[in-house]
């Protein structure tokens, strides 16, 4: 089925008129000790398979290296044609461009109430940002009637709240509620908006995970490897645990953990002892600090400017997981948002790394096969690779789907981004959208 083509022209000149109701309401922090136990539990599922590939002695993981031409094999590439305009139309340079938006409304596009599907009669967008995914669907579904965005930061949540807002008008039958909270409470923050809502569960669930162009332009926040600014990275301003903390004050271990674990950094020993080191000449205090000591570390073997930038990033990326906790809150989430579906409800999830794409995989495994016996993970009682390739009843974009106790993956594969998309916007390029259905 076609995605709805949304003219920009058209809904300026009749916006849709929608009843209003706002509310905001702050996080909680986490404490850091929790946050040991909590991530070290994630990674060790996370690791599961490659344990299993340990040699006899009890030694070091031996999988083979996968070959560009496997990697490619394991997903989808999407053959919507890239509709720019629409990008360009939901996002903005000075913003955040949505990323795989053609692909995100066509998931959705199955409830409608111009064909003979049900409707999109409630939508949750977990991770708001500049609010460009959720603009397009409340666009292309005017049957919408109940609208939920969260954001865990303040100033996504306020620039989101003021897009949708805008969108909405101040009439009509759409009842509209912004939340700067974290998405893990999405059970929570359901049954303020009415306690009805987690039994009857919602039609649409969207989280795409990671950070905003607006986070990472803004040196302040600390998530930039190329732009000097405090070790901050926390997406909830309000959280206490810092990069500062964890660089200056975690175990060794911990650091080295993490740098291995969250950012897969090969060269993660020889890091962490020269960050340990620095805390003796009173520490690291700037992310042009730490990307020093990562330039001068990375042996100049290692592909010159590339070799260090690359360290740096995956640095940034383990240092990021680690102050927002962000593994651990992605498979309590997945849980979550799938409880709070209606039978028939959507769950689509576009990550950007392999640590945040294995766990979704797994998650999504585990789901729909919870009732199962079998331990694997693989399988269950019920034949769960059960694989359906039936052309006749499914939607064009779904290629192959997993069909288990309690719901069907509607991707076997991850569908990722056009090669023009790709082409047009750097930050798509490691984008990978897998969706759920519930019954
Ligand atoms: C990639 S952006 C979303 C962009 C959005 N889809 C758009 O089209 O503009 C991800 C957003 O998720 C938010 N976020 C990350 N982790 C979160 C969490 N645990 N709870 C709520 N929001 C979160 C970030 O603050 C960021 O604004």
């Not at 490659?50 to 490619?72: C, D, F, H």
């Not at 930038?309 to 997981?321: G, H, V």
């Not at 498979?331 to 028939?344: I, M, N, Q, V």
Request: aromatic share 6%; hydrophobic share 35%; proline share 4%.
């Amino acid at each position: 089925m076609a995605a709805p083509k949304l003219s920009l022209l058209a809904s300026l000149s009749s916006p849709p008129k929608f009843h209003f109701h706002w509310t905001r309401i702050l996080c909680g922090n986490p404490t850091h000790s929790s946050l040991f136990l909590r991530n070290a539990t994630t990674i060790t599922k996370i690791n599961k398979k490659k344990k299993k590939q340990r040699n006899g002695k009890g030694g070091i993981v031996t999988a083979k290296p996968e070959s560009l031409a496997e990697k490619l094999k394991k997903r989808t590439r999407s053959d919507r044609e890239f509709d720019k305009e629409q990008a360009m139309v939901y996002g903005g340079t000075a913003t955040h461009v949505p990323v795989m938006l053609g692909e995100v409304l066509e998931v959705f596009s199955s409830f409608s109430s111009s064909s003979s599907s049900s409707p999109l009669r409630s939508f949750v967008d977990c991770t708001l940002g500049a609010a460009g995914h959720s603009s397009a669907i409340i666009q292309a579904h005017p049957e919408l009637e109940l609208y939920v965005g969260m954001d865990v930061d303040p100033i996504a949540h306020e620039k989101a709240q003021a897009r949708i807002r805008s969108l909405c008008g101040d009439s009509s039958h759409l009842k509209a509620h912004t939340f700067m909270r974290n998405f893990k409470n999405i059970k929570s923050v359901l049954r303020e908006v009415d306690e009805e809502l987690l039994s009857s569960g919602v039609d649409g669930i969207l989280m795409d995970l990671g950070m905003s162009s607006m986070q990472v332009n803004n040196a302040e926040r600390g998530f930039s490897v190329l732009a000097n600014g405090p070790l901050d990275m926390r997406m909830d301003p309000q959280a206490s645990l810092t990069a500062e903390d964890i660089l200056n004050s975690w175990p060794d271990t911990e650091v080295g953990r993490i740098l291995r674990e969250y950012g897969e950094e090969s060269n993660w020993r020889s890091l962490q002892n020269k960050i340990v080191k620095a805390r003796l000449f009173g520490g690291l205090h700037s992310t042009g600090e730490l990307v020093d000591l990562i330039r001068k570390t990375t042996p100049r073997t290692r592909g010159g400017r590339q070799g260090w930038i690359k360290t740096a990033t995956r640095a940034f990326q383990a240092l990021r997981i680690a102050v927002n906790d962000e593994l651990k809150t992605l498979e309590d989430s997945l849980y979550a948002c799938f409880d709070c579906l209606t039978p028939g409800g959507r769950l689509a999830v576009i990550s950007f790394h392999s640590l945040e794409d294995r766990i979704v995989k797994q998650t999504f495994l585990d789901i729909i096969n919870s009732n199962g016996e079998d331990e694997s993970g693989e399988g269950g009682g019920k034949d769960l690779r059960n694989i359906r390739n039936d052309n006749d009843e499914k939607e064009a974009w779904i290629k192959q789907m997993v069909q288990g106790w309690n719901g069907t993956i509607l991707t076997k594969r991850p569908i990722t981004p056009s090669e023009e998309e790709e082409r047009l916007n750097r930050r798509s390029r490691s984008a990978k959208l897998r969706v759920i259905q519930k019954g």
